[in-house]
């Protein structure tokens, strides 16, 4: 296991308090919303972010292939249900998300988190979401499962083709990494379209630069 994959998918998220001290648990994780761009702030990548419930705190990730001045950061939390934060940046198409959902019982409780979490933009809502791989990793909160899914029209980069006037989304391979922890879920995400959409590094490089990012 690599160091990288220790940290979480690179966003280095450390818990900050226990389960007894937090909101409850008893909702679904079902309910993470789906960003909009109604952007609320920015930080530098290497800032340590500090959740406002103080659950988690989070170390900005390095951007792949661009030298971004701040992501845009986007903050959501549900009482009972969740706390998370996402960084993003629109032109480049990449994402990085942290958090914790309030509920673990069972797997199935993890399947309901992945598929809440790898929808990050409203266009990605509704669109077919398959497990192409899944692993299991060892980190500071004991084992998990790192996941990669494929999202059909779910790219964060958008074109319009020579004489139409439609946006159109390509496919897009997210990670998604779950830890089972003291009843909740630490959940780190990572979609990076610069690399397998702008670069073009092809599908396998493409797969394994976001599990190297966990």
């Known amino acids: 296991m690599s160091a990288k994959t220790a ?5 280095s998220v450390i818990l900050v308090a226990s389960a007894t001290t937090t909101i409850p648990n008893h909702a679904a994780a079902s309910a993470l919303p789906a960003l909009g761009l109604g952007l609320s702030a920015k930080m530098p990548p290497g800032k340590t972010y500090k959740s ?6 989070v170390v900005a990730p390095k951007p792949t292939g661009f030298d971004v001045h701040g992501w845009v950061v986007d903050y959501e939390s549900m009482k009972g249900n969740h706390e998370m934060v996402t960084f993003y940046d629109v032109d480049f198409g990449e994402t990085y998300r942290a958090g914790v959902a309030e509920t ?3 797997d199935a409780d993890l399947d309901t ?8 933009r409203k266009h990605q809502i509704g ?3 398959d497990l ?17 899914y ?9 074109e319009v083709p020579l004489g ?12 998604v990494l779950l830890v089972p922890h003291d009843g909740r879920i630490v959940i780190t995400l990572s979609q990076d379209d610069y690399l397998g959409i702008g670069e073009k590094v092809g599908d396998d490089a493409w797969k394994k630069a976001l599990k190297d990012e966990a």
């Open 7 to 11: 940290g979480l998918l690179s966003l």
């Open 52 to 57: 406002p419930k103080h659950i988690f705190t």
């Open 104 to 106: 673990y019982k069972s």
């Open 113 to 120: 988190a992945a598929k809440a979490s790898v929808v990050t």
């Open 127 to 129: 669109q077919p979401i």
């Open 132 to 148: 192409v791989e899944e692993s299991k990793v060892q980190t500071q909160f004991g084992e998990g499962s790192l996941r990669v």
């Open 150 to 158: 494929s999202m059909k029209g779910g790219a964060l980069l958008r």
């Open 164 to 175: 139409q006037k439609n946006v159109q989304y390509h496919d897009s391979y997210i990670a």
